[in-house]
């Protein structure tokens, strides 16, 4: 009786879904100049479309969807690129490759959407791959490419990350919410978010401090959460933005909870209350600016799939 062999997958689409970091404490700088943080990822459903091929040696990359082009810079510097390179350098394979990327979460604010897309990208091309490498090499590989990168690399949906970020324990999600998110019209800098920590904890002669330990079994609880929340860059790039602090109170004023920054900025979020239906708010620019792009989403409590195909 014959066998039949199985065509091997040459492409494969992802949903590289986007974060908030719910906790961000940046502690100690490493004489690499690393900061060593402390921080808990959650996913939510909004989402880059992600498609990977696998080709005999050409290599491409085509980027469309809700982007502005000026903001797409050169081929070589895209995460989702370089993530591609990282994994045929580390493993030989494959000789090429090609991705379409629908951009859908908004750019450089803090919610992930360059490292989702990285680590959708790893998590795509080790599916297809003749020889996987396991988990652990595949988040060292992510750890070399961002922060962030290994958390999306990973099959966590919720984690509490540590170390440069590469350290990851996966925590039960908490219930679903509706999310509100509030896109003010300024990027932040993440290396100037930095210098800024740095200036205001120099001023006042403070040292960042570990935090304590923190009880797993706590998280999955939104009033838990809610206490535990926390951003240090929020109140230097506040200082900064006054419009982030104006923001975050009118989140908080919608009964969101936590209601904070996600990252270095300068996007914010709100979880909305359990069964709260709302139309999503509109915020008024201040001075003259643009106003705040609102969008709504939800918590993800689970890691979209990568589906195969052939």
């Known amino acids: 009786m014959s066998t039949l062999a199985v065509p091997r997958a040459r492409a494969a689409r992802v949903a590289a ?29 909004i989402a880059d479309d992600l498609l990977v091929r696998v ?5 491409t990359l085509d980027v469309g969807g809700e982007i502005d082009p000026r903001l797409v810079g050169p081929t070589e510097r895209n995460l989702a690129w370089r993530a591609a390179q990282a994994y045929a350098e580390a493993t030989g394979w494959p000789a090429g490759f090609a991705i379409e990327l629908e ?6 604010g803090g919610l992930g959407g360059g490292s989702a ?25 992510a750890a070399t490419l961002g922060a962030d990168v290994p958390f999306f690399a990973s099959e966590c949906a919720f984690a509490l990350g540590w ?32 210098r800024w920590l740095a200036a205001a904890r120099a001023e006042s002669a403070s040292s960042p401090k570990a935090t304590g330990v923190l ?7 939104w009033s838990a959460i809610a206490r535990l929340a926390i951003n240090d860059f929020e109140p230097v790039v ?7 602090a104006t923001l975050v109170a009118r989140l908080r004023a919608l009964d969101c909870a936590p209601a904070m920054m996600s990252g270095s900025g300068s996007s914010l979020f709100g979880v909305l209350p359990n069964g ?12 003259g600016a643009p106003p705040p792009r609102v969008l709504l989403t939800r918590t993800a409590t689970g890691v979209a799939p990568v589906v195969l195909v052939v």
């Open 103 to 108: 951009k859908r979460i908004p750019v450089g």
């Open 17 to 45: 879904q986007a974060k908030v970091n719910l906790r961000l404490r940046i502690l100690a700088r490493e004489a690499s100049g690393y900061h060593q943080l402390e921080t808990l990822f959650l996913r939510l459903a």
């Open 215 to 221: 009880d797993p079994a706590a998280l999955a609880d």
């Open 163 to 194: 170390g440069r970020g590469e350290r990851l324990l996966a925590l039960p999600s908490p219930p679903e919410r509706e999310v509100l998110l509030v896109l003010p019209p300024f990027a932040v800098n993440t290396a100037e978010a930095y």
């Open 55 to 59: 080709t005999d040696g050409t290599r």
């Open 117 to 141: 897309d990285a680590g959708a990208v790893l998590r795509a091309l080790d599916a297809m791959a003749p020889s996987p490498i396991d988990e652990s090499a595949l988040l060292a590989l």
């Open 276 to 287: 709260a239906r709302l139309e999503v708010p509109r915020f008024e620019g201040e001075h």
């Open 238 to 244: 506040a200082a900064r933005h006054p419009l982030v």
